[in-house]
């Protein structure tokens, strides 16, 4: 097999992780959007957002976090993640908690209409929440970016006077 060959397979690898990655994030994202707006596929049953289109939002969102996880997950090439990367993940999870307890309030009985009382619906505070939670995971994600591509951040980079043959 020629060198070139074997090098592209090895670029195509996480070209395909990272494209895989993003249909999977754009498939929860239509699910998402089904919760959260059923009227746009003319699947609107109810003037309120209920229990079962809070729940298919909640499913949307897990998926566009699995999704976003594997697209970030593939730009590191099989190189060993840095810290800040390991606790993206963990800040993401966390944010996906927020998200479900917030969503979830009314029918957990930690919402303002709790559920046998009242019909469930996503109020104001779930949403702010709900938003919170996401703004969470955003930051999760960010934190997964390999910014250690410059040379003053891996550690090999050399100081002016070392390029110029000063020492002391």
Known sequence: M?????NKKKTD???RRIRFGLIVT?????????????E?????RSPVLGFVQISVML?????????GYISINGLW????RSIAA???????????IIAVFSGLAD?????????????PYFGVWQARGFQIAEGIIAIGILMMLPYARSPLFNGTHTTSTEQRGIHD
């Not at 499913?59 to 999704?67: E, P």
């Not at 090439?77 to 060993?80: C, D, H, L, M, Y």
């Not at 029918?107 to 019909?119: A, E, N």
Request: aromatic letters at 8%; a positive charge; hydrophobic letters at 45%.
């Open 13 to 15: 690898l996480p070209r």
């Open 2 to 6: 020629p060198e070139e060959i074997k």
């Open 86 to 96: 390991e606790l993206g993940i963990r800040i993401i999870s966390t944010g996906y």
């Open 40 to 44: 746009i596929f003319l699947l609107d």
């Open 59 to 67: 499913v949307g969102l897990a998926v566009m976090c699995i999704g």
């Open 26 to 38: 754009i498939s929860g994202f239509i699910i998402f959007l089904v919760g959260n707006k059923p």
């Open 107 to 119: 029918v957990l009985g930690l919402g303002s209409h709790p559920y046998p009382k009242h019909i």
């Open 77 to 80: 090439k099989g190189r060993k």
